[in-house]
């Protein structure tokens, strides 16, 4: 009898336990992470290959590594303002925490090594402003810079990896990275709420980004490949096949339809949180705009021609908010 009720205990505990890492990781997060490297390789005009494979997993790692500092820094301001948290309730040692941000961000930089020295170039810096931002500029004036920069150093990471031509994806990058400024800037006031500016800031940032990618495009790197004569660097280009007009076609229209996306699953929850910043709107403002970086991934791709990587990036939405409905982004 006693016996039977012990492997109860330890089967309750097991899903308790598995669910707390959940919520220190912030697994429905993870599903916005994929799309930095494959928007990075699609400005490079590059095909996903086996290292923008490794890319995403390192990306995946650092990311998971920066979850867990993030909590670890935050254990003494959690358990005053979110006891429920897995550290403050005491559902996983700090310890467990911190070990495992370490390793995680030790096997993100070996696959991005895995990747060639150009995807390695990158994502030390990204490891590095992981950990800086969590351990000293969170809670500065830098914090938000700081964020923006990691998310614009994980599309250029997928550049990296895939072609190794990172200047290319910089105009990618700025806008991801600006779309994730403002998105941080809310968050600092996700607890205590307060005052409208930091999502008014958001909406309208949302509204250039979205002008932004509504815009017909300049030829990207697959267009100018084919309008520029062997050895000639004209501008003068061969009779367009129709396969490409279908595929530019397509992609355009999925380009605009996730604009429009991007621009309803962020700027809804902002404008909601503007009119009345408590922090349980405040909170859904951050989800919101967290969700939204898929959109803004598949627009960004689609906008550089590749319609068919965009709809992948496209698919995980529903997926992380299938996740999300058991753990929350925040």
């Not at 097991?14 to 993870?30: D, V």
């Not at 958001?202 to 979205?210: E, G, M, N, P, R």
């Not at 062997?230 to 339809?257: I, K, Y």
Request: aromatic share 4%.
């Amino acid at each position: 009898m006693g016996t039977s009720t012990s492997g109860r205990g330890n089967a309750d505990r097991r899903p308790s336990r598995r669910l707390a890492w959940a919520e220190l990781l912030r697994l429905p997060a993870l599903f916005t992470v994929p799309g930095d490297a494959l928007a990075g390789a699609a400005a490079t005009a590059g095909t996903p290959n086996s290292r923008t494979l490794l890319a995403i997993g390192s990306s995946l790692c650092l990311y998971e590594a920066g979850m867990a500092l993030n909590d670890w820094a935050d254990q003494d301001e959690d358990a005053a303002e979110r006891p429920h948290r897995p550290l403050p309730s005491g559902r996983i040692h700090p310890t467990a925490a911190l070990s495992a941000a370490c390793l995680l961000t030790g096997a993100g930089l070996a696959l991005a090594a895995r990747a060639g020295r150009p995807a390695l170039a990158v994502a030390a810096p990204l490891a590095a402003t992981v950990w800086a931002y969590d351990l000293t500029l969170k809670h500065t004036a830098a914090g938000p810079p700081a964020m923006a920069a990691a998310r614009s150093l994980d599309l250029l990471l997928g550049a990296a990896a895939t072609s190794g031509r990172v200047h290319e994806a910089l105009p990618s990058a700025a806008l991801l990275g600006t779309h994730t400024l403002a998105v941080t800037t809310v968050s600092r006031r996700e607890t205590t709420g307060g005052s409208p500016l930091p999502p008014l800031a958001a909406l309208a940032t949302t509204a250039l980004l979205t002008r932004l990618l509504t815009r017909r495009p300049s030829p990207g790197p697959r267009e100018a490949a084919t309008h520029d004569l062997p050895g000639t660097g004209t501008d003068t280009a061969p009779p367009a096949r129709t396969g490409d007009h279908a595929s530019r076609s397509f992609a355009d229209t999925l380009r605009l339809a996730m604009a429009a996306t991007y621009a309803a699953t962020a700027g809804r929850r902002y404008f909601h949180a503007a009119l009345n910043p408590s922090p349980p709107l405040t909170q859904r403002a951050v989800g919101g705009g967290i969700r939204a970086t898929i959109p803004l991934q598949a627009a960004l791709t689609a906008r550089s021609g590749a319609g068919p990587t965009a709809v992948l990036i496209a698919a995980l939405a529903p997926l992380g908010r299938r996740f999300a409905r058991k753990v929350s982004v925040t």
